[in-house]
């Protein structure tokens, strides 16, 4: 068993590490004020090669995986998860295409991603449909006038990247548009540049600001066959991308988590209180070591996930450990950040420093991609099934 990273992902790791020190700390601040997309940093990735982590070499990418993609993201994400976001962007929507797309959208979907000439963004929440994807109610209706083509209507809501995006990943009901059957949902790539295609409005959100989220229209949009992805009944689908996404996700808590101590660290180090510094205090110092080894555990947890993902083991027997990582990094960003405004006080609570933005920041971690409740009961489903067992 070999814990040392490869040759390759060590120096995937300090180019992104050099990157984030250098380009996004000076910007994170400005960015979550403005509130503006950060171009400047999007240009930096791409020309850095960051968008095609995940994508094989044959369509453009680097091949590094989704191993490569969560490396990457912990660096950035220990300054900017917006700036973070915008790597996972390059694999949610693009996830479903890598894993049941035919050869056709691969070669037309994944090279201009991986080159950063184009974005996309993933549709499949909707207001009445968060955590309940079956609750969905965008339809896909057969085009009587093009057979094997779709009209879609309905909307999707929370999209991050919604205005940038130049495709977009959706996910529909094929069937009646009350089934709760699991073949009734089926994906399909819909451009931004398709008569019927909206953005409809953005939001308003208490953190992750500069990648903006937003509201989806979409009204008679005439989807050909060819865009169809995978077969017509593709909710297994939808969970697959997902589960795959764990570790990406996971990266994103751990990269907060470290950002947020390192930070407090430095800052009760040189903190006069009582004729010594705050870190001289034993209690401080058992809740930075509680911090750290929370930290370490968690990275074991999601590197581990991101390589099962790598090999394809993403399926409903691996789901516990994918699921483990996410929950426990995310909620691990929660705590990593709190205690952040707590070890610098008053301080920390003012916009003078940035672990009050972490704070903010890290709450959204345990929502997307499936909220930590989902993450425990996918857990506790692989106990009981006995997937996650010990004899």
């Given at each position: ?29 400005e960015?979550d ?27 453009g ?27 996972l962007l390059s ?14 959208q ?33 339809h ?15 909307t ?60 989806l ?34 990266a994103?808590?751990?990269?907060l ?67 483990m ?6 909620e ?25 933005q ?20 996918l857990?506790a ?10 004899n």
């Amino acid at each position: 068993m070999d814990f040392d990273l490869s040759p390759e992902l060590t120096e995937l790791q300090s180019v992104v590490r050099r990157i984030a020190q250098e380009k996004v700390k000076p910007r994170a601040r400005e960015i979550d004020k403005t509130g503006e997309y950060p171009q400047d940093l999007f240009e930096v990735f791409r020309d850095a090669g960051l968008f095609g982590l995940c994508i094989p070499e044959a369509y453009g990418g680097s091949g590094a995986g989704i191993l490569g993609l969560t490396i990457a993201i912990e660096e950035v994400a220990k300054y900017s998860n917006a700036a973070a976001l915008m790597l996972l962007l390059s694999r949610l929507p693009t996830g479903p295409i890598m894993i049941a797309g035919s050869e056709r959208q691969r070669e037309r979907y994944l090279p201009s991603i991986a080159d950063g000439s184009k974005r996309c963004a993933f549709g499949l929440s909707e207001p009445q449909a968060g955590s309940d994807v079956m609750g969905m109610r965008t339809h896909a209706a057969p085009d009587p006038a093009s057979p094997g083509a779709w009209i879609l209507n309905g909307t999707k809501c929370w999209m991050s990247g919604i205005k940038e995006a130049d495709w977009y990943m959706i996910f529909a009901k094929t069937s009646a548009p009350d089934s709760r059957s699991h073949d009734s949902i089926s994906a399909f790539i819909v451009e931004r540049s398709w008569d019927g295609v909206q953005v409809v409005r953005t939001d308003h959100k208490m953190g992750v600001r500069g990648v903006e989220t937003g509201e989806l229209s979409l009204s008679d949009v005439h989807v050909p066959k060819e865009n169809i992805v995978g077969e017509v009944g593709g909710f297994r689908l939808a969970m697959l991308g997902l589960n795959a996404m764990r570790p990406i996700v996971a990266a994103r808590g751990i990269g907060l988590a470290e950002g947020s101590l390192m930070y407090a660290t430095e800052y009760v180090k040189t903190r006069q209180a009582f004729n010594k510094t705050i870190a001289d205090f034993q209690g401080i110092q058992w809740e930075i070591a509680k911090c750290a080894v929370d930290i370490e555990a968690a990275r074991l947890l999601t590197y581990r996930s991101a390589w099962l993902a790598d090999q394809g083991r993403f399926t409903k027997e691996w789901v516990p450990y994918l699921s483990m990582a996410k929950y426990f990094a995310t909620e691990l960003a929660v705590r990593a950040s709190g205690l952040a405004v707590q070890l610098l006080g008053a301080a920390g609570y003012m916009e003078d420093h940035p672990v009050e933005q972490w704070y903010r920041d890290a709450k959204q971690l345990t929502i997307v991609e499936g909220t930590s409740q989902v993450q425990l009961g996918l857990i506790a489903k692989g106990v009981l099934d006995q997937h996650l067992w010990w004899n």
